[in-house]
């Protein structure tokens, strides 16, 4: 037993000792310099999401709401993860996510049956650069109003209706038919 007990004071093992708690201390420090929880993350956290996010050249196409993309992806992220990589981990938690902000930010305050005067805008740019639309003469401006009526009716925004063709094309043949037949049964009776 004496030289088990002289083995242990060997130099060698003391700095083994030390070794290993300066270890352990450190583990601990760098630990808890990232302490992200579950709706507070740590700066660090923080930091390489902000990082990762200006990487990703597809969110120039939010324009100028890119940065409101941004805090509101961070702060879905937040509340949902413990932390960046428990975030980074999860594909399609944060896909769904994605959508949430991108709903949420391109609404422009939209909501279905009403839309905001941006939107509405929006609808109106978009259909005054549809040339075939100028073929409709007179009737182009009861036309284009039959339609964003019936996707405001139907969409929570311009941006949902931008993102559904087949229901929006549905729109449009109804409000073809609507001005359409309904001008031949007037010009019939």
Known sequence: MTQISTMNNTPMNRFNSIFILALVFTSLTLMSCNSSVK??????????????????????????????????????????????ASADSDEAGCEKLAIDC??????????????????????????????????????????VDCYMKKCEANYSSFFEANTDEAGCEKLALACSNELFFEDENKSTQ
């Open 39 to 84: 709706g507070k993350w740590s700066e660090m956290d923080k930091t390489k999401f902000q990082k990762d996010m200006a990487g990703i050249p597809e969110l120039a196409n939010f324009g100028e709401d890119k940065d409101k993309w941004i805090a509101c992806y961070l702060e879905k992220c937040e509340a949902t993860f413990s932390s960046y």
């Open 102 to 143: 991108s709903t949420e930010i391109l609404s422009n305050g939209s909501v279905v049956g009403k839309w905001s005067e941006t939107d509405k805008q929006k609808f109106r740019d978009e259909m005054n650069g549809i040339r075939e639309l100028d073929d409709l003469g007179e009737l182009k401006i009861q036309w």
